[in-house]
């Protein structure tokens, strides 16, 4: 593998899988899928073992400590503090205005979960190749079913190793989401991508002059703190956020795509969580003191008290310290607008 630098973005308030998740220990630093954290088992998919360069990791100061923590297994990582949270397109950009020109970076979010490895590096690979052609590239991950909580990536003319983007597509509702299934050109944008930093910078230029502008000016303003580094506060505030779907990849003309499918999950819901974790012949997945009779396709966790369900299926009840969730998977979605999620 020629050298690929990965860029982790690591942030989030922690709402969705509320009261699993808080803003205090939000979902990247959480053992929901396995022994380690997404975003350790996110280190260990970049590791140098595996070819990479030393991790790059934009956060913010609210989850440095707990960052640092989790370092273990990539003591020579960067870490970028964002002084303030400015969406995606931003702290992509910190990451790209500090690596030389040539540099192939693999924007990775810290909180999904990834079954296959090996194919995530092998659809890396082809990613770098083609991030050296001048492209911008997205993973499009094949889907598995008519999702609506996810954006999805139309395939265009064939490329090595890929595709050019014909277009990126909003959520859809269901009967568009089924129509995309059955055409098979349809990917879901899982949030990953591959260019070089100096391809990157030059297309933010080209679209978000603004926001290539206050990167830089923070970056040439900010401050290293041993393996930290402080982007100059005042010049980052003057940033709008946006995302870098918005900012860039919806815009460029150099859009490319790498098809893949590697058991991938964003972990989004309790749904989502379910259905990454391995289940008994009834499709029940549970942890801690459970009880269950007669039931289908739930998930149920408790880190105490005992929880005994009976007839119920599709749902999901939760126990966390003082915190109770009882919700089926379709309300599932809407974990984050509870009052206690919000409160935390």
């Known amino acids: 593998m020629s050298i690929i630098h990965p860029v982790i973005l690591c942030g989030g308030s922690g709402t969705r899988l509320w009261p699993k998740s808080r803003k205090d220990r939000p979902k990247p630093f959480l053992p929901l899928v396995g022994e380690c954290s997404l975003f350790e088992a996110t280190l ?118 890929g595709f050019k983007v014909d277009r990126f597509v909003e959520k859809p509702d269901l009967e568009r989401a089924k129509a995309f299934l059955s055409d098979g050109g349809y990917s879901w944008n899982g949030g990953i991508f591959a260019f070089t930093a100096g391809t990157f910078m030059e297309e933010l230029r080209a679209h978000r002059p603004d926001i290539a502008e206050g990167v830089v000016a923070a970056v040439e303003k900010g401050r290293p703190d041993g393996n930290c580094f402080h982007p100059d506060a005042a010049s980052f505030a003057s940033i709008a956020g946006e995302s870098v779907d918005y900012a860039v990849m919806e815009k460029t003309s150099r859009a490319a795509m790498v098809p ?14 379910r259905d990454a974790l391995d289940g008994d012949d009834s499709g029940n997945r549970t942890a801690g003191n459970v009880e269950l009779v007669d039931c289908a396709n739930v998930l149920v966790q408790s880190d105490g ?5 009976i007839g119920l299926s599709d749902v999901a009840v939760i126990v966390d310290g003082d915190e109770i969730l009882v919700t089926t998977m379709e309300g599932a979605q809407k974990v984050g607008k509870l009052k206690g999620a919000t409160d935390q």
């Open 44 to 161: 260990e998919r970049c590791a140098k073992d595996n070819g990479f360069a030393p991790v790059t990791v934009v956060t913010g100061a609210a989850h440095r400590e707990l960052v640092e923590s989790q370092l273990l297994q990539a003591p020579d990582a960067t870490i970028i503090v964002e002084p303030a949270a400015r969406n995606t397109a931003a702290a992509i950009a910190l990451a790209a205005a500090r690596l030389p020109e040539d540099a192939v970076m693999l924007v990775c979010p810290s909180d999904h979960h990834i079954a296959d490895s090996d194919a995530f590096r092998r659809a890396a690979c082809a990613a770098a190749d083609l991030a050296r052609q001048g492209w911008l590239v997205s993973f499009g991950i094949a889907p598995k079913w008519p999702e609506t909580g996810y954006g999805y990536i139309k395939a265009g003319e064939a490329l090595e190793g």
């Open 260 to 273: 893949v499918d590697m058991g991938w999950s964003d972990i989004g819901s309790f749904q989502s969580l």
């Open 305 to 309: 008290p005992r929880i005994s369900v």
